[in-house]
């Protein structure tokens, strides 16, 4: 069984799957492509995976590929706690500039949908995070970009002290929306 719930942002979804609880611990059918058919309504191909491991207070984003290349992402968290942010960039989108966030853990097991268009990123909340994702199109380092994880034209709350969060060099100095290039 996989739950469906909209998110407030045109196209972007939580995927609630069925978790089997029992005196050994838990399974879970992390993917399966004829489910996510059948309860998206979406025939996407994903043909990459990727996973990082972060420790607290780790942000990662907000990113995207453009143009051609912009992916669709389905995301979850396999190890520890994350707050999930998403932006939609897409110009003639009605939910253009709003953002969503979700805390994704391996105690809730809920994945999130991110449309091609959109940006993404993350913070560790746990001591230690393994993320992982789909992407329904390949990597292309020509197309990389992001924009400031706090940038205020999406008043995004982190709910943690700003002055605590480890970025790397690349995310500190991403171009304000206000200069983005889409």
């Keep these: 069984m ?3 719930e909209q998110t407030p942002l045109k196209d972007c979804f939580l995927l609630k799957p069925s978790v089997f609880r029992d005196h050994r611990g838990t399974f879970l059918e992390s993917f399966s492509q004829r489910r996510f058919e059948e309860v998206t309504g979406l025939q996407i ?6 996973q990082s491991s972060s420790k607290k207070g780790v942000l990662r984003g907000l990113h995207f ?15 520890g706690k994350v707050l999930d942010v998403v932006v939609d960039l897409r110009p003639h989108s009605p939910t253009f500039k709003k953002s969503f966030k979700a805390v994704l853990s391996d105690e809730n097991h809920h994945q999130l949908f991110v449309p091609a268009g959109f940006a993404h990123g993350f913070l560790t909340l746990s001591e230690v995070s393994v993320f992982a994702y789909k992407c329904d199109r390949y990597f292309h380092k020509d197309a990389d970009a992001g924009v400031f994880f706090n940038d205020a ?3 995004i709350d982190w709910e943690y002290p700003v002055e605590d969060l480890i970025l790397s060099e690349k995310d500190k100095n991403l171009p304000l929306f206000k200069d983005l290039d889409l």
């Excluded at 191909?45 to 990727?50: G, L």
């Design 2 to 4: 996989l739950e469906l």
């Design 45 to 50: 191909d994903f043909v990459q995976d990727n």
């Design 65 to 79: 590929q453009k143009g051609k290349y912009a992916q669709s992402k389905l995301v979850r968290t396999v190890v």
């Design 153 to 155: 034209e999406f008043k």
